[in-house]
């Protein structure tokens, strides 16, 4: 098995590992990953353009994934989420963030960020082929993943 360190060709503006962290509007906002206040994050998750979780810990409050703030992702997740009609936010979180078979054992949030979660240490030299090919590509192989997700219902 061939390894291959993640901070290999990013740019220093940009992550070097896709964030796991679940943050709430206020946490988005001092960390700076977006400056949508809670009502325009609420809207933008109503068009599909985001997900959210709401749990029991959270008491009615909108947690986000960190990881669709990532430069290059958020103006692709509508047209995937688009695939996924409404379903409950834990179970978009799941087709997101649950490594599948078809993408070499990546999630389809990785494939689509191009790059691997903070927690992987490393990425195999397949994993990385398919996180170095371009936006479009991986877009659409997260798509047709996303159509056939939806089927399994």
Do not use: C
């Not at 977006?34 to 959270?58: F, G, W």
């Not at 030299?125 to 399994?152: C, D, G, I, M, T």
């Amino acid at each position: 098995m061939i390894l291959i360190e993640q901070t290999t060709s990013f740019q220093d503006d940009q992550p070097r590992y896709l964030p796991v962290a679940i943050l709430d509007a206020a946490q988005l906002r001092e960390q700076g990953w977006t400056n949508m206040s809670p009502d325009e994050l609420r809207r933008t998750v109503h068009a599909h353009h985001l997900y959210s979780l709401i749990t029991k810990q959270s008491a009615g409050v909108d947690l986000f994934p960190a990881w669709q703030f990532v430069d290059g992702v958020y103006g692709s997740l509508t047209e995937v989420l688009s695939h996924l009609p409404d379903q409950p936010g834990g179970e978009i979180h799941a087709f997101w963030t649950v490594a599948v078979d078809e993408f070499n054992e990546l999630s389809p949030a990785e494939m689509l960020a191009g790059i691997g979660y903070e927690v992987r240490k490393n990425i195999e030299k397949s994993q990385q082929q398919l996180l170095s090919e371009p936006l479009s590509a991986r877009l659409q192989k997260v798509k047709n993943w996303a159509w056939a997700y939806n089927l399994k219902d």
